[in-house]
């Protein structure tokens, strides 16, 4: 199951960690915009050709994060890649979340125990970036004339930052509408027809209260970002920090002041019920829909995998799989999940992660990943194969996510922002999040107060690094 980033304010303390780290380092130096580190003009060599030469096989290390169906997934894919070939072999190390992944790169960055390839989150690029930590794939990419015509052009885009391709997109997700189509039934709505927009599922989860039924909603930062990107709007400055480095949020706006409204009215009205994103109760959104207790939720595809094993033994379950309400003609769910990044020193296990890495994102092999995960395709000649069309035939929910990306916009704002102080960011929403459910601070106060917070911890990492 995709291990989403939760503990946020665990997390801030590792952030500060990270920006000592990379001030020691030198890391990002100068008036260093979202690219720093390297430059589309000034990238370090991908040494290709030191693989045939180095003798075989040679041993590298990934760093991966992936649970039950996901695990099951990259293991069988690594496995075959490791019997096909003789040149390189990989051995998984599973860090359990991508928690532990970025707390083990932080303590890496120091102590120089750092695997060969990781695979990090999405949140992850500028602390990666401005680490000097990893070789930018684009300088494989040029070595190898590697095309990126097939890819979703949108997985590759979240991930390039001044025309710098950092890291190559593999496990991705975005969010998707979770609901029990009886429980709709049973409310007097149209099971086929899912909410739209912010205001249906307002209007929806009115009808279902009556029923017996609430919306399992996770405490998550991640729905301010994402319904700000479905909105169109920017969700932080210099473009979401894509044409330099993000100095000041945005999303102190309009559509932000709609969204925790929505939000907070639903909670207090009794029609959604709050769990957490981290521990034992991390999943009772989910549960609770085959429990009988929600009717509806709003989480990652990356779950789907897993969900759709559990399934069966819920008799009391119809389940419907919609894209996420709330999009607008110019905007998009956010590009959600990780890609894999070299960290390798070795010009050798460079080359030998680059290997790993492509076969990973074969066409093929991409399309076995998305059947029996919940993750996206990257490649779009991966929808075709017919794996993954099968599995699409059985459980059309599975193609929900690719579709919202092939149907978002291609503006900075459906891009997504890229933040040095991501977590610190997340950790002031969620906090502002609490503050509305728990205490009736305003919607609008609360949103003001995390935009504060969240522009103070932007000046702070900033500052620390140099940028």
Not at 8 to 24: D, I, P, S
Not at 237 to 245: I, K, M
Not at 404 to 420: I, R, T, Y
């Amino acid at each position: 199951m995709h291990a989403t980033r939760s503990n946020w304010t665990r997390f801030g303390a590792v952030g500060a960690t990270v920006g000592l780290l990379l001030a020691a380092c030198g890391g990002g130096g100068g008036s260093g915009g979202a690219g720093s580190g390297a430059g589309a003009s000034q990238l370090p060599p991908c040494p290709l050709s030191a693989l045939p030469s180095s003798g075989a096989p040679v041993e590298i290390t990934m760093w991966e994060s992936m649970s039950q169906a996901n695990g099951d997934a990259l293991n069988y894919l690594t496995s075959q890649f490791n019997s096909s070939q003789s040149q390189v072999h990989v051995t998984l190390v599973n860090q359990t979340s991508y928690d532990d992944t970025f707390a083990k790169f932080t303590a890496g960055l120091a102590n120089g125990q750092l695997p060969d390839i990781a695979q990090m989150e999405d949140v992850d690029l500028q602390q990666v970036i401005d680490s000097r930590a990893a070789l930018p794939v684009q300088s494989c990419i040029n070595a190898a004339s590697y095309s990126l015509s097939d890819f979703v052009p949108r997985t590759t885009a979240y991930w390039t930052v001044k025309g710098v391709q950092w890291a190559l997109p593999f496990s991705v997700s975005n969010p998707v509408f979770i609901y029990n189509q009886q429980a709709f039934s049973k409310a007097g709505l149209d099971p086929n027809k899912p909410p739209a927009t912010l205001a249906d599922l307002q209007s929806d989860a009115a009808s279902l209260k009556k029923a017996g039924f609430a919306m399992g909603l996770k405490l998550d930062p991640w729905h301010l970002e994402q319904w700000s990107a479905l909105a169109g709007v920017l969700y932080a400055n210099n473009d979401n920090g894509r044409s330099s480095r993000a100095s000041k949020v945005l999303f102190d706006n309009p559509t932000g002041t709609q969204i925790f409204t929505v939000l907070s009215q639903m909670v207090h009205d009794g029609e959604a019920v709050t769990n957490p994103t981290s521990g034992p109760s991390q999943f009772d959104n989910l549960l609770g829909i085959g429990q009988g207790k929600y009717a509806m939720s709003i989480d990652t595809s990356a779950v789907l995998g897993t969900v759709y094993q559990v399934l069966p033994q819920y008799k009391n379950v119809t389940l419907g799989v919609a894209p996420m309400p709330g999009r607008s003609d110019d905007g998009g769910v956010l590009v959600g999940g990780s890609a894999l990044y070299i960290l390798s020193r070795t010009s050798a296990k460079q080359a030998a992660a680059w290997k790993f890495m492509t076969y990973l994102d074969q066409p093929d092999n991409q399309a076995y990943w998305a059947a029996h995960t919940g993750y996206v395709p990257v490649r779009e000649s991966a929808s075709s194969q017919p794996v993954l069309q099968q599995a699409w035939a059985a459980e059309p929910g599975l193609k929900v996510a690719y579709d919202q990306l092939l149907a978002g916009g291609s503006g900075p704002a459906a891009a997504g922002p890229v933040l040095g102080a991501y977590n610190d960011v997340r950790s002031a929403v969620l906090s502002a999040e609490q503050s509305m459910y728990l205490n009736n601070v305003d919607p609008a106060a609360a949103l003001r107060n995390a935009a504060n917070a969240a522009d103070q911890a932007l000046t702070t990492y900033n500052q620390r690094i140099g940028g």
